[in-house]
Nanobody, 124 residues
Framework: VQLQASGGGLVQAGGSLSLSCAVS????????MGWFRQAPGKEREFVAA????????IYADSVKGRFTISRDNAKNTVYLQMNSLKPEDTAIYYC??????????????????WGQGTLVTVSS
């Protein structure tokens, strides 16, 4: 299974950015999908996740109301729309696939495939 994340870049605080993650090598609609991030000097943390069918979504408290996760099963792609970005959102963002469970989860050890990461930098 291959995951290719894209869409990172440099944005000013208060701005928006949209990340994409294209999945190949597995039936995308059978994967719960998640986004995680790792800021410099910090451990990787959960950001958002979506169920196989896209009905159920969960978010970290730090991004709730600002970020939206969605998926297009016809395009084998999961998205992360990030609005009202803050400098503390600066991190490498990773997409991940859970090929076992229907419902999304916050625990990164439940995701068995990972993308390479895309850097998001928010300037103040």
């Amino acid at each position: 299974v291959q995951l290719q994340a894209s869409g990172g870049g440099l944005v000013q605080a208060g701005g928006s950015l949209s990340l994409s993650c294209a999945v190949s090598g597995h039936t995308f609609s059978s994967c719960a999908m998640g986004w995680f991030r790792q800021a410099p000097g910090k451990e990787r943390e959960f950001v958002a996740a979506v169920s196989r069918g896209g009905v159920t979504t969960i978010y970290a408290d730090s991004v709730k109301g600002r970020f939206t996760i969605s998926r297009d099963n016809a395009k084998n792609t999961v998205y992360l729309q990030m609005n009202s970005l803050k400098p503390e959102d600066t991190a490498i963002y990773y997409c991940a696939a859970d090929t076992w469970r229907v419902r999304p989860d916050t625990k990164e050890n439940l995701y068995n495939y990972w993308g390479q990461g895309t850097l998001v930098t928010v300037s103040s």
